[in-house]
């Protein structure tokens, strides 16, 4: 059984961060991520709000620099690796793969989070037949037609705005009157005349024979319902955090997400939470970041026994 000081259970902005300041630590860890390093950043066209990069980074070249740095600094990544089971055995930590058992004393859990389904009619059938959820991954296919985008939060704005450069029009269908998403968001959909918002209406259906040819829509002011002719529904009504793993291990709040203290760690000593797993206030690459950091600087700590005087906060 190969063993480490530190696993760290997610490969995205929180745990390749996680994962250079282990590795600075001088303790053997390892990064175990269940697709490629990079996470939901990966399937992210332009990041205009990552600090140190004036005009913009593309997500995929962003974090292809995260994954350059960790793997410069000697840690080990195991990708694609899918975890199957974690398990306490007394002060080990013990990660289960469908091939072997890894063991560690100090787990950082940083699985981020995954895009939440609407639930509707047709949803399910039309998958990858012109329902998507990843407007970066498949905008292309929508060269010269028309699309919807459900939800009014960040996700959807930057996804509708990339998807404007393939597309005839863009349709953002909002469940209220008022966006969720960041002002300046708001203001590049607003002057774009590919964007038209559908305000106050929620999809009831997705409608289509081999593939999406409409959406049933519900106008929730006046109870009108309508039929919209597109070719694609793009889906973007918010994230799930990926805690499955932990569920009966540590406590989860009552949406799922992994409850920590500011040094991120978990109900249970030795586990440790980063990114938007956890129980944050801000889903941010910044913010994961932070949380990446601090972390592994508890992990750190509480392998060296240091956790008694770790009500100081830490300043280098
Ligand atoms: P989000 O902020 O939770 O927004 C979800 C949107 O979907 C909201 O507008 C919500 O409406 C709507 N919605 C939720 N359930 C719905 C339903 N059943 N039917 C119709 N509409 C529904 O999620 P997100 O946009 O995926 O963002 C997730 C996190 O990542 C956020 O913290 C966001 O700031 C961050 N993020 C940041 C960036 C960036 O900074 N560039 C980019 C992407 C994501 P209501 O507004 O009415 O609740």
């Known amino acids: ?27 053997k860890g390892v990064i175990l991520e269940k697709m490629m390093p990079g996470g939901q950043v990966m399937i992210t066209t ?6 140190g990069f004036p005009e913009g980074i593309d997500g995929p070249e962003l974090m292809m620099r995260f994954e350059r740095q960790v793997k410069n600094l000697g840690m080990e990544i195991k990708a694609p690796y899918e ?50 959820y990843c407007g970066t991954c498949d905008a292309l296919f929508f060269r010269d037609m028309d699309v919807a985008v459900v939800g009014g939060g960040d996700t959807a704005l930057v996804e509708a705005l990339h998807l404007t450069k393939f597309a005839r029009r863009v349709f953002i269908i909002h469940r209220r009157d008022e966006l969720r998403a960041a002002k300046v968001l708001q ?12 305000w106050s209406s929620v999809v009831k259906e997705i409608k289509g024979e081999n593939s999406v ?14 039929e919209l002719k597109v070719e694609g529904c793009f889906i973007f009504v918010g994230m799930d955090p990926n805690s499955e793993l932990v569920k009966d291990i540590v406590e989860l709040d009552e949406r799922g997400y992994i409850v920590t203290d500011v040094y991120c760690r978990t109900s249970v000593k030795g586990i440790f939470a ?12 910044s913010t994961a970041v932070g949380d990446g950091a601090i972390a592994a600087v508890s992990a750190e700590k509480y392998i060296a026994g240091h956790e008694s005087r770790e009500d100081t906060q830490q300043t280098t």
């Open 274 to 285: 980063a990114g938007d797993v956890r129980n944050n206030v801000l889903k941010q690459i």
């Open 83 to 132: 975890v199957k089971k974690i398990e306490i055995q007394g002060e080990k930590r013990l990660v289960y793969s469908d091939t072997e058992i890894l063991e560690a004393r100090a787990l950082i859990i940083a699985t981020g989070a995954k895009y939440r389904k609407l639930g509707v009619p047709g949803e399910k059938e039309f998958t990858g037949r012109g329902v998507s």
């Open 187 to 198: 203001e590049e959909a607003f002057k774009n005349d590919k964007i038209e918002f559908i």
């Open 1 to 27: 059984m190969a063993s480490y000081d530190v696993i760290i259970i997610g490969g995205g902005p929180a745990g390749l961060t996680a994962g250079i300041y282990i590795a600075r630590a001088r303790l």
């Open 213 to 226: 040819q409409a959406v049933v829509l519900e106008n929730r002011k006046n109870g009108q319902v309508s």
């Open 46 to 51: 332009k990041v205009d709000n990552y600090p």
